[in-house]
C-alpha cells in the first residue's frame, strides 16, 4: 500500500443516510432483524481508505480486523453479528453497505492464513498481514497516544457487500 498519507475528509452522513434510506426500502426484512448500522471507511488516509474500499468493490477483500481500543477511542460500539456499515471512501463519500456475517475477538496471534486471506491485502499471506498491521496499529495507536502491543484485542470481522445491488455478493 501507499507510504502517502493525506487525511480523509469528514464523513458524507447526509449520503449515507440516503444510501442507508435505499437499502432499507429494498430490504425491509433484514433492515428490521437489524436496523443499527455505522457510518466509517477502511484505513486512516484518503490513499489507505481508497485502496482498501478498491478491494471490496473488485471483491478480493471479505474480511477487516480492528483494535476493540479503537473502537473504544472513537465511542462506538463493536460490532454485533448481522449489523450493518456503510464504508466511504478516502472523500468521505458511502460507496458500499456491508453487513457483518462473522466476528471474534482475538489477539494478533490468533490470526490465520484463511483470515489473511479474506482480508485481500497486499499478497494475502499471514506473514504480509502481521507485518502491515503491526505497522498500521503502531501508527494509529501512537496517534491517539497508545502503544500497540501483541495483547491488544482485536476484532476479526468477515462481511458481505449487500449494497448497491451491482456490488452486492
Known amino acids: ?8 475528509a469528514a464523513l458524507d452522513t447526509a449520503a449515507a443516510t440516503a444510501m442507508w434510506a ?7 426484512d433484514v433492515v428490521r432483524s437489524s436496523p443499527e ?6 484505513g486512516d488516509s484518503v490513499e489507505l481508505s481508497d485502496a482498501l474500499l478498491g478491494l471490496v468493490v473488485h471483491g478480493s ?4 480486523a480492528d483494535l476493540v481500543d479503537e473502537f473504544a477511542a472513537r465511542g462506538e460500539e463493536l460490532p454485533r453479528l448481522g449489523s450493518h456499515w456503510i464504508a466511504c471512501d478516502g ?6 453497505v456491508l453487513r457483518s ?6 489477539t494478533i496471534s490468533s490470526a490465520d492464513e484463511a483470515f489473511a486471506r479474506d482480508e485481500g491485502e497486499d499478497d494475502r499471506t499471514l506473514a504480509s498481514w502481521l507485518t502491515e498491521h503491526r505497522r498500521y496499529w503502531t501508527r494509529t495507536c501512537a496517534a491517539r497516544g497508545a502503544t500497540f502491543t501483541d495483547t491488544d484485542e482485536i476484532v476479526f470481522e468477515r462481511f458481505r457487500v449487500v449494497w448497491p445491488p451491482e456490488l452486492a455478493d
Open 37 to 42: 448500522y455505522t457510518i466509517d471507511r477502511f
Open 91 to 96: 472523500s468521505g463519500v458511502p460507496r458500499v
Open 61 to 64: 477483500k471479505r474480511a477487516t
Open 101 to 106: 456475517v462473522e466476528l471474534r475477538v482475538g
Open 22 to 28: 435505499q437499502y432499507s426500502a429494498a430490504r425491509p
Open 1 to 8: 500500500m501507499s507510504t502517502d498519507r493525506t487525511p480523509p
